[in-house]
T-cell receptor
Framework: QQPVQSPQAVILREGEDAVINCSSS?????VHWYRQKHGEAPVFLMI?????EQKGHDKISASFNEKKQQSSLYLTASQLSYSGTYFC????????????FGKGTSLLVTP | DTGVSQNPRHKITKRGQNVTFRCDPI?????LYWYRQTLGQGPEFLTY????????KSRLLSDRFSAERPKGSFSTLEIQRTEQGDSAMYLC???????????FGPGTRLTVL
């Protein structure tokens, strides 16, 4: 049930764009995106619900393809503060509110 | 806004001892979750409460683990007879009514020697 994230790691120069993907083998009700910096708690970025409702960050966007059970997180004009590990958490249609997290994508933005 | 708080932030214990962690959710959040995270992995779901009712528990959760939320406010997670494999970051999250967003606390880092 654990979603698969890609890429595992990415290095960007400040101002460049990145896309992080998340895919599941099970039907999804929602996808949640978080960023975690070393030694800190995951910070909520975005939630995408089945049916198209979204809520999240004004500088980060995401898509949710319900049929393909996939989501992508788009980071545009990256800033140094974007560095960290990005996790997608998926809520299956039969999992209640429990989130299944991927292994994460490590993002490093350099000057 | 006061976020989710967890205590203690760090706990070192010897194998075989019992430990208890506390989580205080954001005010008026009715759902509370416990997750465990090991190095290089995403959080792993343990259990969640809606108000004081424990509605779901991971099948991976050993019977040495127990959680309570007696008055629907704060929650405790107890691990009995700790093992070295229990060493991890224990994260708590909470959600407001009619919203599926989960807000995480800073975590309690457990080290079992």
């Amino acid at each position: 049930q654990q979603p698969v994230q890609s890429p595992q790691a990415v290095i960007l120069r400040e101002g460049e764009d990145a896309v992080i993907n998340c895919s599941s083998s099970k039907a999804l009700y929602s996808v949640h995106w978080y960023r975690q910096k070393h030694g800190e708690a995951p910070v909520f970025l975005m939630i995408l619900l089945k049916g198209g409702e979204q809520k999240g960050h004004d500088k980060i966007s995401a898509s949710f393809n319900e049929k393909k059970q996939q989501s992508s997180l788009y980071l545009t004009a990256s800033q140094l503060s974007y560095s960290g590990t990005y996790f997608c958490g998926t809520e299956n249609e039969d999992s209640g509110y429990a989130l299944n997290f991927g292994k994460g994508t490590s993002l490093l933005v350099t000057p | 806004d006061t976020g989710v708080s967890q205590n203690p932030r760090h706990k070192i214990t010897k194998r075989g001892q019992n430990v208890t962690f506390r989580c205080d959710p954001i005010s008026e959040h009715n759902r509370l979750y416990w997750y465990r995270q090991t190095l290089g992995q995403g959080p792993e779901f343990l259990t969640y409460f809606q108000n004081e009712a424990q509605l779901e528990k991971s099948r991976l959760l050993s019977d040495r683990f127990s959680a309570e939320r007696p008055k629907g406010s704060f929650s405790t997670l107890e691990i009995q007879r700790t093992e070295q494999g229990d060493s991890a970051m224990y994260l708590c999250a909470s959600s407001p009514p009619r919203d599926r967003t989960q807000y995480f606390g800073p975590g309690t880092r457990l080290t079992v020697l």
